[in-house]
Each structure stands twice: as C-alpha cells, then as structure tokens.
C-alpha cells in the first residue's frame, strides 16, 4: 500500500509498506484484525482487516479439486507400469489369427 498526503495543490509521497497475504491469513485465524504497522521511511499505521471468505470461492476450490482428482484417476498409466499390457495384446493378435486360420498361427 502507498499512502499519499492529500493537500490541495499536489499528492505529496509520505510512506509505503508491504503485508504479505499469508499473514493476513493467519492473522484472521487468530482474531487480531487490528494491527500496527511499521512504515518504510517512517511512522506506523493502525490498521483492521475483516478477511470474509465467499461461499463462490469455496465452491469453486472444491469443483477445481474433484477435476484434479477426476484427472489423476482417468490418466492412462505408461507401459512401464503396467507390464502386461503387451502381452494381452500378443493374445488377442493369436486369437485373431487362430478364427480367422492363418498360417501365422
């Protein structure tokens, strides 16, 4: 946040600060909505910060979680993991071969 003194002629620069939003966070859990903040050049800054999640963004975190999940389970797996697959097709091929009386067979 950069905060500018306001007077009627120009905005003149007074002081900047950082809060990192994890902190905010944690801050909100603990219940201590009003701080004191130090100020870059100089000073401190009282502030109160009330974080109120939304239900959307809830909703939204769960949707965005189950496509993850719905993703990982439906990802075909490599042939190194799955060693047989090969050989079920080798199967299948003599099968083939076998009905229709190839002399591949």
Not at 17 to 45: A, K, S
Not at 67 to 82: A, F, M, P, W
Request: glycine letters at 4%; proline letters at 4%; a neutral charge.
């Amino acid at each position: 946040m950069t905060i500018f003194h306001e007077g009627p002629i120009t905005d003149v620069f007074v002081a900047n600060m950082t809060i990192p939003f994890d902190d905010l966070v944690t801050r909100n859990e603990n219940d201590q909505q009003d701080f004191w903040i130090d100020l870059e050049p100089q000073g401190r800054v009282h502030v109160k910060i009330d974080l109120r999640w939304s239900q959307e963004a809830n909703n939204m975190a769960a949707q965005q979680q189950q496509q993850q999940q719905l993703q990982n389970s439906c990802r075909r797996t490599g042939v190194k993991d799955q060693p047989f697959l090969n050989r079920r097709r080798g199967a299948m091929r003599r099968r083939v071969h076998q009905v229709s009386l190839s002399e591949y067979f």
